[in-house]
């Protein structure tokens, strides 16, 4: 059994920061065999990708709305993925999981039905 717990969301001005985390447990879960990804819904609108890392941490990958402004990572040593979030704007307010796929020989899709696990997410509101 795998579990993501995210952290770190709350309410945070226009222009603000925030780091959110994501510890990944589990009996027999290899960290390293899983691709990261941090999603968000807000309200009335489908869940849609932040950023995204692959099982080694050599690419990263972000949607148009967070580059430049968000950054993600992982600590192999900690098993802990986390997204820096910077220049925090209201239209980022939404709930934030994280969620992780399993690698395989092929390119990492990012899309969620490819994820098998997910945190319970973490609200992040940004007041104008």
């Known amino acids: 059994q795998v579990t993501l717990v995210d952290s770190g969301g709350g309410l945070v001005q226009t222009g603000g920061s925030l780091r959110l985390s994501c510890a990944a447990a589990?009996?027999?879960?290899?960290?390293?065999?899983?691709?990261m990804a941090w999603f968000r819904q807000a309200p009335g609108k489908e869940r849609e990708l932040a950023a995204a890392?692959?099982?080694?941490?050599?690419?990263?990958f972000y949607s148009d709305h967070v580059k430049g402004r968000f950054i993600i990572s992982r600590d192999t040593a900690k098993n802990t993925l986390y997204l820096q979030m910077n220049n925090l704007k209201p239209e980022d307010t939404a709930m934030y999981y994280c969620?992780?796929?399993?690698?395989?020989?092929?390119?990492?899709?990012?899309?969620?039905?490819?994820?098998?696990?997910w945190g319970q997410g973490t609200q992040v509101t940004v007041s104008s």
């Open positions: 969620a992780a796929s399993e690698k395989w020989n092929g390119a990492y899709d990012y899309a969620p039905i490819y994820h098998s696990y």
């Open positions: 589990g009996q027999s879960f290899h960290f390293n065999n899983f691709n």
């Open positions: 890392i692959t099982y080694h941490g050599g690419s990263t």
